[in-house]
Structure formats: C-alpha cells, structure tokens
RNA sequence: GUGGGAGUAGCUCAACUGGCAGAGCACCGGACUGUGGCUCCGGUUGUUGCGGGUUCGAUUCCCGUCUCCCACCCCA
C-alpha cells in the first residue's frame, strides 16, 4: 500500500472544517486590520532563502527540499530550487520584484504549505502550514513606526482571543540593530569563555556555534552561570532602546498583556528590533504556536530598496492541535434528509432537492430503494435537521412529511411552503 | 541528524513463559414491507506495518527496514 510520506498527512473530515475555521477567522481578522492577501510559489530560487534566512541557520544548512532544475537544453544545468521552508523571503522577493514600495505601506497576508525536512513530531511536519503577514513599505510611510508592531500584536491576540483560546502568553524582547547584535555576541562570548567548562555539553557547542542559543538551556545547574550572563538589553542603541519602549507602551494602553523577556532571540538572521513569541500550554516541547519579529534590513540584503517590516507566521497545524476538541462543533450539518420512498420516487426528490439548495439549504439525499427506517437512521447520523419524506401519498397530497429529527414533531408541508420552511429552520 | 518507546479489525486496546487471533465501539443486515435514537439476533471485522532468520509451529524470540510517538538539535 502507498502511503503518504513521512512527515506528511492528509486533512481529513470532520477536522478540514476546523481548518476552514480557522482560516475564516484569520481572514476577518486581516480585513479589519486592513491585510491583504499574497500568494507566492511554493519553491523559489535557493538563493533567495540563502541569503535571507542564513547561510549557517539549521533551515538552511540542513532542513531545506532542494534539488537541481533540468536547463532547457538537456545538457544545460538548471537552477537550484527550494521548496519554501517559509514565506517572509518569498514575500519580500515579490515586493522588490513588484516595486510594491510606489504603492507605500503594503499590509500583505497569506496562508499556505511550507516545507521543512526536519524529524516529525506532534505538531511539527515536513509540510506544514503557515498563516502569516507582513507590513513592509518605506520608513516615510510609517513601516518603521512602533504603532506597526503594536498593531500587527494587538492583531495577533485579536485573532487568538477570537479562536477562543484565552491562556495564551505573549513574550517580547527587542533584539536592536545588527551593529547592537554584533556587540553583543562579542560580549556574550568573552562572558563565556571563562564559564563554559562548567556548562553542560550542549551549552559548550553553543558558545562556539551560536551563543544565543545558551539562553535555551533547560539544565538546572547551568541556570545560575546563564543569570550572569550580558543581556541584549544592555547593548541597544538609543534610537532601539526607544522604539521598544514606545511599542510596549500602545500595548498598554490598548489592553494588550505581555510579559518580557530578554531570553528570547529568534533564530533567523534577518530579524531586528522587536520579537515575539506566542505561546501555549499544553503542546508539550512544542509550546509556541505563532512568532515573529522585525526585519528592517530583509530587503536591502535581498537587493532591494530601504524597507523595513515586521511580519509573524502561526503554526497553524498546532493552533489546529490546540482546537481540536471542537472539530465536531464547527462542521456544517445537513438541514434536511430527503429521503424518496418507492420506485420512481428518485426524481421527485431530485426536484425538491434541487430547489431547496438553490434557497441555500443544505441537502442530503437518500434512494428510493432505502428502506425508510434506513433513511431515518442515515439521516440522524449525519446530525440531519430534518428528514423530508417523498412518497406516492406525498406526491399525490401535494404535501410532504417533515420530520423535525430533534423534537420528533412531524407536519405536513405543501410543496411550495418547503424553502421557506426549512429556509428559516436551518441547522447552526 | 542523535537517543528512547510503540506498531494487532475502520477506532481504542487485549492475547501467561512460542501453541487454532480476541473484546468494546463503529459498520452492514435482520427482528420491524411508510418513521431514527432504546433493545435483541446475526455478519465482515485481519497479509498481527513490511522483509528476512530461528523453530514442528512466530503477534510473541533475533536481524533489517518503514511509520508514528517522546526527548534532543532546531523551530512555527
């Protein structure tokens, strides 16, 4: 039997209608936030997220569906190509490609697979998928303003709250600009270096590969050396220092909780300033359901002009984990069972079946080989509103038995009364 | 990529140290020829993940492999 790949799987009913919940959500959401939708291919050039996410990230290094492009002649080489491990590259490629800065701030959302080989685990798969935003544009149109990140975070907890999940935690820490960075790691090592033989092997690997990654270690006895440690907070600039300050200032004054936290770095070259984070209980090792940041210099190092922007992705196979209890609730029942009694009986149904879904109500339909007890049986498993029976005594009545499944109560409706009937009696 | 656990019916799970593959739920049919949920009866539940080995005999023991789960790495 052929199965689907590793760390792939089908969306299956009734939970795709919890997915298409979700989306609904987020598109209301991007709407009164003013987002608009993009769509970007799937695989770009490998450069593009080379040079964007980072050469030594593990993304890039080690995580990423590459393979080679046939040239157009046989012989030729092609291009190198990559299924996107992301879409803040892509985005921002179409930016520049679109000279989408003539139009100003450009508010783009979308929702979408990447891919990412990685081990799988719950809520962690080689395609997964992303719903994410960007507000990028030129400084002179406001992209640089702390009121950006407020409002793409006030936007975030909008949506969340909406979804119906509540002990969510927004964590924030600025990280400054790659010069406050580039003196930081400097300090971050020196710090170490006398230290780290006490450290716990992972955290030696660390300090040499990437010392930020030092604020993740969970040993307990490494925990009073990492206390000591410099803080990305002593090494902001004054024009940094400000901003966050400013951004956790709108937070507070439209009622945004957030807590900081100044062991938080992102692990993507790109971003700058603000980042954030935020997560759930419950998901075990995998608490973190959205994150994000800014990323003011993402354009110029793609060959782009000066734009700054902030953007996050969610994951939304783990949103979708954390909501899963409600898939039944939010999947749309039958209205109405018809059910045809008796031979011939299939294309009166056909008629009356037909003209109900042109009023907008969903309809199920039965054979007329069924038995009825069958129909009913069909019908209340599917969580039908009503069964509508379509029989001779019916057709020759000109009235047909309703049965309302819930109640029991059963009446007899003329054939013209039935759209409306069931129109103003519909499931949900 | 590293370490550990697990794969048996559509689902959740049993089968003492190797001895005829089971239960509940779900599904289909009947009791009930035009009325569901309750009850009773009957039925299929199946390449025991896949491949090899040991054995008279393997769901069980051994090797390989695939997938899932947990942790690490990293990240959404």
Redesign the pocket.
């Given at each position: 039997m052929i199965?689907a790949?590793?760390?792939t799987r089908d969306l299956l009913p009734p939970e795709t209608a919890l997915w298409n919940f979700v989306e609904a959500a987020a598109r209301d959401v991007f709407r009164a936030y003013n987002f608009q939708e993009i769509r970007t291919p799937i695989f770009e050039e490998t450069q593009l997220f080379a040079r964007s996410v980072g050469e030594e990230?593990?993304?890039v290094s080690k995580e990423m569906y590459t393979w080679e492009d046939r040239g157009r002649a046989q012989s030729d080489k092609g291009q190198s190509l990559t299924l996107r491990p992301e879409n803040t590259a892509g985005v921002v490629r179409a930016y520049i490609e679109h000279k989408l800065w003539e139009r100003g701030l450009s508010k783009l959302f979308y929702i979408g697979p990447q891919f990412?080989r990685?081990?799988?685990?719950?809520?962690?798969?080689r395609q997964?998928y992303?719903i994410g935003a960007e507000a990028i544009g030129p400084a002179t149109a406001g992209s640089e303003s702390p009121a950006r990140d407020a409002e793409v975070l006030e936007l975030l907890a909008t949506f969340l709250d909406r979804l119906g999940i509540n002990d969510w935690n927004l964590e924030l820490n600025s990280v400054g600009c790659p010069k406050d960075r580039e003196g930081y790691n400097e300090a971050l090592r020196k710090a170490l270096e006398p230290v780290v033989g006490k450290m716990c092997a992972?955290c030696q690997r660390?300090a040499v590969t990437?010392p930020l990654?030092v604020f993740?270690?969970?040993v307990p006895e490494d925990q009073p050396i990492i206390e000591t440690l410099p803080r990305i907070g002593q090494f902001l600039d004054e024009g940094c220092r400000q901003h966050f300050e400013q951004v956790q200032d709108i937070l507070k004054a439209v009622g945004v909780p957030f807590v900081l936290n100044d062991r938080l770095v992102?692990?993507?070259d790109y971003y700058t300033r603000t980042a954030f984070?935020f997560t759930h209980g419950a998901l075990?090792?995998?608490n973190?359901?959205?994150?994000g940041g800014r990323y003011d210099g993402l354009s110029e190092s793609l060959g782009g002009p000066s734009a700054p922007g902030i953007g996050f992705?969610?994951?939304e196979?783990?949103l979708v984990l954390a909501l899963k209890e409600s898939a039944e609730a939010v999947m749309r029942k039958p209205d109405v069972y018809v059910a045809p009694?008796g031979a011939g009986m299939n294309r009166e149904a056909a008629r009356i079946a037909r003209e109900l879904r042109r009023h907008d109500v969903v309809v199920e339909m039965g054979d007329e080989t069924f038995?009825?007890?069958?129909s009913?049986?069909t019908a209340?498993?599917m969580s039908a509103k009503f069964a509508l029976?379509v029989?001779?005594?019916?057709v020759k009545a000109g009235a047909f038995?309703l049965?309302n499944?819930?109640t029991?109560e059963?009446v007899s409706v003329p054939r013209g009364e039935l759209p409306q009937k069931l129109q103003s009696n519909r499931n949900s």
């Amino acid at each position: 039997m052929i199965k689907a790949v590793r760390g792939t799987r089908d969306l299956l009913p009734p939970e795709t209608a919890l997915w298409n919940f979700v989306e609904a959500a987020a598109r209301d959401v991007f709407r009164a936030y003013n987002f608009q939708e993009i769509r970007t291919p799937i695989f770009e050039e490998t450069q593009l997220f080379a040079r964007s996410v980072g050469e030594e990230t593990d993304i890039v290094s080690k995580e990423m569906y590459t393979w080679e492009d046939r040239g157009r002649a046989q012989s030729d080489k092609g291009q190198s190509l990559t299924l996107r491990p992301e879409n803040t590259a892509g985005v921002v490629r179409a930016y520049i490609e679109h000279k989408l800065w003539e139009r100003g701030l450009s508010k783009l959302f979308y929702i979408g697979p990447q891919f990412r080989r990685e081990r799988p685990q719950k809520g962690r798969y080689r395609q997964f998928y992303q719903i994410g935003a960007e507000a990028i544009g030129p400084a002179t149109a406001g992209s640089e303003s702390p009121a950006r990140d407020a409002e793409v975070l006030e936007l975030l907890a909008t949506f969340l709250d909406r979804l119906g999940i509540n002990d969510w935690n927004l964590e924030l820490n600025s990280v400054g600009c790659p010069k406050d960075r580039e003196g930081y790691n400097e300090a971050l090592r020196k710090a170490l270096e006398p230290v780290v033989g006490k450290m716990c092997a992972d955290c030696q690997r660390r300090a040499v590969t990437n010392p930020l990654r030092v604020f993740d270690c969970k040993v307990p006895e490494d925990q009073p050396i990492i206390e000591t440690l410099p803080r990305i907070g002593q090494f902001l600039d004054e024009g940094c220092r400000q901003h966050f300050e400013q951004v956790q200032d709108i937070l507070k004054a439209v009622g945004v909780p957030f807590v900081l936290n100044d062991r938080l770095v992102r692990g993507l070259d790109y971003y700058t300033r603000t980042a954030f984070e935020f997560t759930h209980g419950a998901l075990g090792a995998q608490n973190a359901i959205l994150g994000g940041g800014r990323y003011d210099g993402l354009s110029e190092s793609l060959g782009g002009p000066s734009a700054p922007g902030i953007g996050f992705a969610i994951g939304e196979d783990r949103l979708v984990l954390a909501l899963k209890e409600s898939a039944e609730a939010v999947m749309r029942k039958p209205d109405v069972y018809v059910a045809p009694l008796g031979a011939g009986m299939n294309r009166e149904a056909a008629r009356i079946a037909r003209e109900l879904r042109r009023h907008d109500v969903v309809v199920e339909m039965g054979d007329e080989t069924f038995r009825l007890k069958k129909s009913f049986e069909t019908a209340s498993k599917m969580s039908a509103k009503f069964a509508l029976i379509v029989g001779e005594n019916e057709v020759k009545a000109g009235a047909f038995a309703l049965k309302n499944l819930e109640t029991g109560e059963q009446v007899s409706v003329p054939r013209g009364e039935l759209p409306q009937k069931l129109q103003s009696n519909r499931n949900s």
